[in-house]
């Protein structure tokens, strides 16, 4: 294994995902209508494969990345003691249904990115226009596996090696 692997920094980030659900209830054959302000903070990490693939890792949402606001307007009090009842019940859905998306196989899917693949489909330039090179054939001649493109009367890469 390469020493400076164990240098590369642990890169993370976190996704805020703000919004509003609007709710509608009923309480004592009162129909009751209120919202909630919901936040939800989802720690991301980021891995790197060889040869060229970034992955990214989502940890699983508790009730710790979770904020509720109930925003009851224009609510009695005592209507207000009754949604907290509603609190728990709607985070342990919100918390149920984010886990659940966040281990999808369409969201896996999207989460891996194929840096090498992109760019082999792009194709990189030379430095001359009629030359096209794959970064496959790039990363080889880097790594002295096969000889890089030359055109007439420019000298090779075992030519190249006797200059100064």
């Known amino acids: 294994m390469d020493p400076l692997i164990n240098r590369l920094p ?3 980030f976190v996704l805020v995902l703000n919004g509003v659900l609007n709710l509608q209830a009923r309480l004592a054959r009162m129909p009751l209508k209120f919202s909630m302000n919901v936040r939800i903070r989802i720690t991301v990490d980021v891995k790197t494969y060889a ?3 970034i992955k990214l890792h989502f940890t699983p949402v508790g009730h710790g990345n979770v904020d509720l ?6 609510t009695p009090s005592e209507v207000l003691e009754k949604l907290k009842i509603v ?22 899917e999207a ?8 760019a082999e489909a792009s194709k990189i330039e030379t430095g001359h226009l009629t030359d096209l090179i794959t970064p496959s054939e790039a990363m080889a001649a880097v790594q002295g596996v096969i000889e890089p493109k030359a055109s007439a009367g420019e000298p090779t890469g075992s030519e190249l090696s006797g200059q100064v």
């Open 10 to 12: 642990n890169v993370a």
């Open 51 to 53: 040869p060229l693939t």
């Open 69 to 74: 606001e109930v925003d009851a307007h224009n």
């Open 87 to 108: 609190k728990p019940i709607v985070l342990d859905q919100i918390i149920r249904e984010v886990n659940s998306r966040l281990q999808s196989e369409d969201l896996t």
């Open 111 to 118: 989460a891996t990115i194929d840096i090498l693949k992109m």
